[in-house]
């Protein structure tokens, strides 16, 4: 299997934990290429050319990165990160939506502030923040917990480093120790060591 990247992307660096975290490691070649750019393996596999794409192993692309880790957890070896079915995985799909939701305020404020400053929109800016805050906030009450390892709190790990490493203005970590403790523990994991963005 192929695995279209980039280092910083929180959606890539989520679906490459789990591919470690499955012992799929071997099975997945990262290729590191560049979105802006229309890498053009890229746009052959995904028309709107946006990381991570997976070719799966019958040779078809999945994009979307909830997609693309439900199918790795799949293949993977032992206990799954995101249970099959019933009230269990619904809990789990709550606090791994509610990461995604954080890191979609995220990156649509990060794409803003590299607009030209005149082309800039504080009133979306300011709603983006906010709605990330809330995000935050309701992951935090939402208590994800590093002992409980499945796809939401792998999901809520990655937003938060990822918002701390883009958004370095921003102190996520205010009035959230729950979120700081869970980041600590995850953070000195092997398959998050070894995919922390740069």
Known sequence: MKLYI???SPYARKVRIVARER???DRVEE?????Y???PELLATNPIVQVPTLIAQDG??????PVIAEYLDGLGDGPRL???DGSERWAVKRVETLANAALEMGVKLLLEKRRPEHERSPSWMARWTDNMGRALDALEAAAPDADRFD???LTAGVAVTWIGFRHPDYDWKASRPKLVALQTALEAR???IDTYPR
């Open 23 to 25: 012992g799929l490691a």
């Open 6 to 8: 980039t280092t910083p």
């Open 151 to 153: 796809m939401g709190v």
């Open 37 to 39: 750019g229309n890498a």
């Open 190 to 192: 092997p398959s998050f």
């Open 31 to 35: 290729i590191a290429v560049d979105p």
């Open 82 to 84: 995101l249970p099959a």
């Open 60 to 65: 078809v692309p999945l994009t979307d990165s």
